[in-house]
């Protein structure tokens, strides 16, 4: 067994070590390593969501997520990830005033998001960020039967249990291997998140309707946790980060496959649950310009809305603003049009 | 009666002998780092913590390098850093013996040497001066200002000097925002060690350079330079000038000085640079004898040390790993991941009776590994992490240093937290590293799931 994980740990840090497609700033800082290219092309990204017509919009969505994906994944150096950006941002207004440069290239991203959320909503989260479209499409393969689930109101199942212990035992086993043959430090904490994630899993495989709500504020707490490792200048390391640093990360490895794993028992598994972005994300959508508004007069309860949510953010039309990734398929979806998108550039702040 | 005395103050000399030949940046041109004492005393821990307002910024200090001696029978080192100041430390009385202030940032090793019967230190600061100092008191025996003073003149870059052949070489490179780009100009400095006498400069770039490194091959002797845009320059110092042997392009930009094997016909000579290339050349002719590559930066020097016959490179990269790679033809003997960029050249030393190599990390750890399996055989915490203050390849890193002693074997390492460490390697130290025990790995784990049970009655209460 050891052999074998062996094995598959040398096949991944060959895989995984070297995977970006840009070795050099394309539009470098003179002095820097900083790629304005990158900056400028997630702006547009962030500003896109608001300008693609409505006819053929998912399809726009898939595009943008793909480009997204290449961008922070194969050309980005610096770690963007959901907890480096917190990270990189705090560095990014330490270094105000110090390093300009460095500070505009640390606080461009996390600021053009939360600003481009602020304007048109949190789109990010639906049409940019790759630890989300990751997990949409890697649970496209266990769409239909969470669908199913989820219309019966989710309901204890044998198969999702033994999924969720299967999940689990891969957790274990992999970390009984690392703990063997890599030295761990406290940056590595994405161990305790991937942890975490199979413990969530485990108990809404086993009471969805239960600790499904509740669950969702672990957000915060994880939100809060990342912010006091970086501002006591720990690296905590999360899923995805391997994809930034150009480097084989075995604990950014494992909590990958273990939000890849998670996410098809529970969709969207990392979003609704453990995000520390979502958190700051959906405070600054609460404050959108735009929002979707449901008709109340045409809506005509139908449930279809509810059912295309990856993230249950819609209850017969409703949405709840905290949830919502504003993918806009509920918009898509809507036989009626009963959901439609508007701008209130007098929308008081929530 | 006499015959006695003369024999008791022979051995005395032999048992206190000052060894100071420290003549590269990195010790030797194999850049092993290590310095042997062969009488050893005790070596203690000591976190010698240099309080000052001079920053490179604000949390966080740069040291360069340290070089080692031994005075009188006790080792000595010698460290220089952003804070202007060189610092001459008694490692086994764990005491500061003189500091001497330059008028700019060291960001070079020292170099040590015995002339006329004295020891001295060699080092270059970057207000543009080479400083010999008496290495027990610190005396100043003389300095050269090695590029004149300019209203135009801005950063200054100067190298560890090297002593070979007779001759002290140091390189260097001034900005002068008088000139344009392509008129920068940077050069090798050949002094007489004796008094500081310029005899030669050489124009060899025109940007940042490495250490020159010096070094025989053929029956002739050399030195090395890589300019920082990734040109290598090999010189004959054979004659009364240094003449260009050969020279070869790295592919990308470097950061840390070539290393070379030494006791073979024909040595390579290993230089890595940005993207992971790892490039080894004939050391005579500048041919390329092998090339590997790993998944980020090299940005500081490689080690050549001797393995069991086997002359081995050991190099660290910023993909978090240690390499280990045969000399003779580049074939990879170990790769060792550890938690961090590994930002240090390696030094390689005898630890009780076992090879190994010592790293420092970004992961705030410096590593003692196995160099025969890579296995890491402890790690100690050095400080607050760094990792959000620096930028790769902004700066040459400082590099741990190893006094080789049997038992009482000690690294010496300048943190960024402005302490410098001497940690016995081989003995107890406070600052052994737990994290990587697999017991406290699992209560870890064990903690965080009760945390999070404990969690759950909270989260439900307040929904």
């Given at each position: 067994m050891n052999d074998i994980l062996s094995a598959a740990e040398t096949w991944l840090s060959g895989a995984f070590g070297n995977i970006k497609l840009v070795e050099k700033a394309m539009m470098g800082l003179e002095g820097s390593y900083v790629e304005l290219l990158t900056i400028l092309s997630l702006g547009l990204l962030a500003v896109l969501p608001a300008i693609v017509p409505a006819q053929r919009r998912q399809r726009w969505r898939h595009l943008n997520q793909a480009f997204g994906i290449i961008i922070f994944?194969?050309?980005?150096?610096t770690c963007l990830g959901v907890f480096g950006m917190i990270r990189n941002f705090q560095r990014g207004l330490s270094e105000i005033g110090r390093e300009n440069i460095v500070a505009l290239y640390y606080c461009s991203v996390p600021a053009t998001i939360l600003v481009t959320s602020m304007l048109f909503g949190p789109a990010f989260c639906g049409w940019i960020c790759p630890t989300g479209a990751l997990q949409e499409w890697i649970g496209l393969l266990t769409g239909r039967w969470n669908r199913k689930r989820k219309a019966a109101g989710y309901p204890f199942s044998r198969a999702a249990f033994a999924a969720a212990l299967g999940v689990a035992a891969i957790f274990l086993l992999w970390m009984m291997h690392l703990s063997r043959t890599r030295m761990f430090f406290v940056e590595d904490a994405s161990i305790y998140w991937s942890e975490v994630l199979v413990l969530i899993v485990l108990l809404l495989v086993w009471n969805m309707r239960r600790w499904d709500r509740p669950l969702r504020r672990l957000r915060l707490l994880s939100f809060i946790l990342v912010a006091a490792a970086s501002a006591l200048s720990l690296r905590v390391t999360s899923p995805v980060h391997l994809g930034f640093a150009k480097v084989y990360d075995p604990a950014s490895l494992l909590s990958t496959v273990m939000v890849i794993l998670a996410t098809l028992v529970i969709p969207r598994v990392w979003c609704r649950y453990l995000c520390p972005w979502r958190s700051a994300i959906a405070w600054a959508g609460r404050h959108s310009v735009r929002a979707i508004v449901l008709d109340s007069a045409a809506c005509t309860r139908c449930g279809i809305c509810d059912g295309v949510c990856d993230v249950d953010a819609v209850t017969k039309g409703v949405i709840d603003s905290k949830e919502c990734h504003f993918c806009m398929k509920c918009v898509d979806a809507c036989p009626h049009r009963a959901l439609s998108i508007q701008d209130d550039w007098r929308r008081p702040c929530a | 009666m006499r015959l006695t005395l003369f024999t008791t103050g022979v051995l005395l000399t032999a048992v206190l002998r000052t060894q100071a030949d420290?003549?590269?940046?990195?010790?030797s041109a194999q850049g092993t780092a290590a310095l042997r004492w062969e009488n050893p005393g005790a070596l203690e821990e000591w976190h010698y913590a240099w309080k000052t307002q001079v920053r490179y910024k604000p949390g966080l200090a740069v040291w360069a390098s340290p070089a080692l001696a031994l005075l009188d029978g006790r080792p000595v080192a010698f460290i220089g850093g952003f804070d202007q100041t060189l610092h001459a430390l008694d490692l086994s009385t764990k005491r500061v013996l003189w500091r001497h202030m330059s008028n700019a940032g060291i960001s070079a090793a020292p170099v040590t040497g015995e002339f006329q019967g004295r020891c001295i230190v060699f080092i270059a600061s970057n207000d543009r001066t080479l400083y010999a100092l008496d290495?027990?008191?610190?005396?100043?025996l003389w300095t050269r200002e090695l590029a004149p003073a300019s209203p135009s003149l801005g950063d200054a870059d100067f190298t560890s000097p090297l002593l070979f052949g007779g001759r002290l070489y140091v390189a260097g490179f001034v900005y002068d925002r008088a000139l344009a780009r392509s008129q920068q100009r940077a050069w090798l400095y050949v002094l007489d060690p004796a008094d500081g006498r310029l005899l030669q400069r050489l124009e060899i770039g025109n940007g940042f350079v490495s250490e020159p490194v010096g070094y025989t091959a053929g029956g002739k002797t050399y030195i090395a330079i890589a300019a920082r845009k990734g040109l290598l320059q090999s010189f004959a110092v054979d004659g009364d000038t240094p003449q260009r042997a050969w020279t070869f392009q790295m592919p990308h930009e470097v950061l840390g000085a070539p290393a070379v094997e030494t006791g073979v016909p024909e040595p390579v000579l290993v230089l890595g640079s940005k993207y992971g290339n790892l490039i080894a050349l004939d050391?005579?002719?500048?041919?390329?004898?092998w090339k590997r590559m790993a998944g980020?930066?090299?940005?500081n020097s490689a080690c050549i040390g001797q393995l069991d016959g086997t002359n081995v490179v050991f190099a660290g990269s910023h993909d978090y790993a240690v390499y280990a790679l045969r000399a003779a033809d580049g074939s990879l003997l170990w790769r060792q991941p550890l938690g961090?960029?590994?930002h240090s050249a390696p030094a390689f030393f005898d630890l009780n009776g076992t090879p190994a190599v010592l790293v420092a990390a970004l992961d705030n750890h410096l590593h003692t590994l196995d160099a025969r399996t890579g296995r890491v055989l402890t790690s100690y915490f050095t400080g607050r992490p760094v990792w959000d203050k620096i930028n790769k390849g902004e700066n040459r890193w400082g590099s741990p240093v190893v006094i080789e002693a049997g038992p009482s074997t000690a690294a010496l390492y300048g943190s960024f937290n402005a302490t410098v460490y001497l940690l016995p390697l081989a003995a107890p130290c406070s600052l052994q590293a737990r994290a990587r025990s697999v017991r406290g790995l699992w209560i870890s784990l064990g903690v965080v799931a009760l945390a999070f049970g404990l969690t759950l009655p909270v989260l439900t209460r307040r929904t």
């Open positions: 994944i194969y050309v980005v150096f | 420290w003549s590269a940046s990195r010790g290495a027990r008191t610190g005396t100043v050391a005579a002719t500048g041919r390329e004898r980020n930066w090299f940005d961090g960029e590994v």
